[in-house]
């Protein structure tokens, strides 16, 4: 009973506090634009990222390696630039002319343009074992041998054996895939393309492609560069195009951007249509949007001072509470029109509105609040940030209305205006209400089928960890970056392995080359490269065999070799001749690949991902991060790779790992608070019920949809079990009360419902609309929720509380309070 007289006592402040801004609306309104204005003050610089790195906590072992890779070593990726359009001699043209113009930019460190092959090849036998450089020697002599008997008229064979051979495949193989190899890459000198007529420049920037800023100004240096260009000497149709990871980050960024405005747009559209078709007066509209407003710009206010920056989710969060806040409104205003109607006074209805829906509101809000808190337990950025701006806002929405929408009401009821009020006794939900007495248990057998068969799909739902099916990757720099991958034979971004000294490099490239071949086929690594591993061992030992095999290939006469023999012969004979070689002697564009921001090189080791793994697969990525982590260096150590490929495993395993204790953290605060707030744990558990079997049925809905969770609309879980639970408590609470009729207070209630989940829902169905991916999935996933339980809460629910009282009255018991007893 103690718990019940302090909501009471709650109830009657709120309704007090909402007649004094209805007497003095003129000082409650100046307190609203004071708090707006300081609002839009905070919320001025606001700023949109969406780079992986800052969605994760800076403690995380992958956050800190990253950033000591961007310290050291810049950042990664390139600004790629491609011409197209030309024949290829043109092209190489093009790549000659562009190259040297395009390194003297002051934002470029170098421009790679060709492969290395000339110096890798002339240097091949110094990349082969010792053992094996002297079976080669071996060979070689004994077909020398041979071949000099075959010459020699007076030498008889005794038997028809074959000759020695000479093929040094199984030889070559061992060393298939080494990093001199596939940086010295296959096809053309140049990185192109005949048949896409394209060629590939990669322009090296000074600085990282998470600082958005420096991406754009790079990026508009390079296009300056090539619009200043006479371009026509490459032909008729020849044209360049601007891509690479500082590319694509403009562009991802100016779709979520365009998606932001839309979406914002689109929500406030839709919100001013239904809300002009629910209340059919232009004046009552208003009372419900300007509440709703200054909620947005305080707690917008609260994210600049808090953050300085929104991310991909908490920028969508303005169309989202504003769905949610109108829902206030209009439970709000609906009542108040229906109190003015029944002859109250205004000060009276707004007391009295505020008292009892306005404290239903009030329990809404902070259910949905608590249910947002539950993501901030996230050490996901994006899902904490979301959690707790989501809460402030739910409870500065509420606060906005008390404040704000009495002195509206006062305002207005001083020059004689009073709402349009919605007749219960007619329309559909009043149709609905007379319906539903008489076939309340068919319907509660059927929406129960229903729902028990949804729930029974839920084991085949699953979990995509496909990051590529939540970006936008039909953009023209996204579909580009990919051809020019095609054309390198291997990602433009590996991942880092950052190391001290020479002996750590060749461990690290030791260890992951063990590991590679351990795993065989199943190996996720392409291939390893590090400065100190291209420059190979025991070369004095090796130009001494060297030197042995070209002097005796020089005595041979090529022209009295048999055709397949001369060519291979002739082969070694050149690869004999090349020089033991230093780092300093290597080509310059790779070294460049492994050069610090200081110059130095040295210390940094590339793992390429390989084995059909895109590091933009979420699961192979996880595959291919096992694999490059958690090196143990002889001195007791560990090194790990670094990269944004690894933030996104990192990511995934953190959502998929958190995913249930979210949820279940979710339905605990829910039921905790609204336990506290209506004094009764069954009245608790009653108000829920529609809100879990939505949440359960929308599992299996997704599974017969062949619809899939993902690491971004996970989220719709426990925001849905928030922002759909106040439909119970509206329609609990009014049918609790004494005396009250099932068909008027359904016809109201449930118009204020639906109108409610509908404006909750609008924020959502704005993300559907985007064009990015993965804020499509959260849309969809959401209206599917709201769907699923407005046909709950509208017809499953009100026939179970019908059920249960008429089993309670057959049974002889009291009947006073069906709905809340139930």
Known sequence: ??????????????????????????????????????????????????????????????????????????????????????????????????????????????????????????????????????TIQGRIDARITWEKEQANPLFVRLDESAPPSVDFSDIEQKYTGRANQRLSGQGDLYYLDPAEGMVVLMAKPRGSAADLSYSKKVVTQVEDFLAQQDLSKYGPGFKTAVTGTFKKKIDQQRVIVGDLARASTLAMVLLLVYLAFHFRSALSVGFTMLPVVAGLGWTYGFVGLAYGQVNLLTGFLAAVLGGLGVEHGIHLLGRYGTLRSEGMNSEAAVHESFRHTGFSALIAALVAALTFLSLAMSEFRAFREFGIIAAVGMLVSIFSYLLILPAL???????????????????????????????????????????????????????????????????????????????????????????????????????????????????????????????????????????????????????????????????????????????????????????????????????????????????????????????????????????????????????????????????????????????????????????????AGLVGLMALLDLQFNYLNIMVLPVLVGTTVDAGVHLVQRLGEPGADFISVYAETGRAITGGLLTSAIGFVALVLAKHPGLNSIGDLANLGFGLNLIIVLLGFPALLLLVERWRRKHGAASDEPAQEA
């Open 409 to 695: 009401l006062g305002l207005a009821s001083r020059f004689g205006w009073s709402p349009r009020v919605h007749q219960s006794s007619s329309g559909p939900m009043a149709l609905l209400g007379r319906w539903l007495p008489r076939s309340y248990r068919g319907v509660a057998v059927g929406v129960g089928v229903a729902v028990v068969a949804l729930i029974s799909q839920s084991y085949r739902i699953s979990f995509n960890y496909d990051s590529r099916t939540l970006e936008d990757y039909k953009q023209a720099s996204a579909v580009l970056d990919q051809k020019v991958n095609d054309i390198l034979g291997y990602s433009q971004t590996p991942v880092v392995v950052l190391t001290d000294s020479r002996e750590m490099e060749r461990e690290v490239v030791r260890q992951l080359e063990a590991r590679k071949t351990a795993r065989g086929k199943d190996s996720t690594i392409d291939f390893v490269g590090a400065l100190e591993d291209l420059v190979p061992r025991q070369q004095t030992e090796k130009k001494a065999v060297l030197e042995a095999i070209h002097a005796k290939l020089g005595k041979l006469d090529p022209e009295r070799l048999p055709e397949d023999t001369r060519a291979v012969l002739t082969r070694a004979l050149n690869m004999s001749k090349a020089q033991p070689f230093t780092q300093e002697d290597l080509p310059t564009s790779v070294r460049h690949q492994f050069e610090s921001l200081d110059g130095s090189t040295g210390g940094v080791v590339l793992v390429y991902a390989g084995g059909g793994v895109s590091l933009s697969d979420g699961e192979g990525t996880r595959r291919f991060s096992k694999e490059v982590r958690g090196l143990q260096m002889p001195d007791g150590s560990q090194v790990s790779a670094a990269g944004e490929a690894l933030i996104l495993a990192d990511i995934l395993d953190m959502v998929s790992r958190e995913g249930p204790r979210i949820l279940a953290a979710a339905v605990l605060s829910v039921l905790g608070a609204m336990w506290l707030t209506l004094g009764r744990l069954r009245t608790a558990l009653i108000c829920m019920v529609p809100t879990l079997l939505s949440v």
């Open 1 to 134: 009973m103690g718990e019940k007289r302090w909501s009471e006592r709650f109830e009657g402040a709120m309704g007090q506090l909402a007649a004094r801004s209805h007497r003095r609306p003129v000082q409650a309104l100046v307190v609203a634009v004071v708090l707006t204005l300081l609002g839009a003050y905070f919320a001025r610089n606001l700023t949109l990222s969406a780079d992986f790195v800052g969605l994760l906590p800076k403690a995380f072992p992958s956050v800190q390696d990253i950033e000591k890779l961007r310290k050291r070593f810049g950042g990664q990726g390139n600004v790629v630039v491609v011409g197209m359009g030309a024949e290829p001699e043109a092209l190489k043209r093009f790549a000659d002319d562009m190259a040297p113009k395009l390194a003297m930019l002051s934002e470029i460190r170098y421009v790679n343009f060709q492969r290395p092959r000339a110096f890798f090849d002339e240097h091949s036998l110094y990349y082969v074992d010792l053992e094996d450089l002297k």
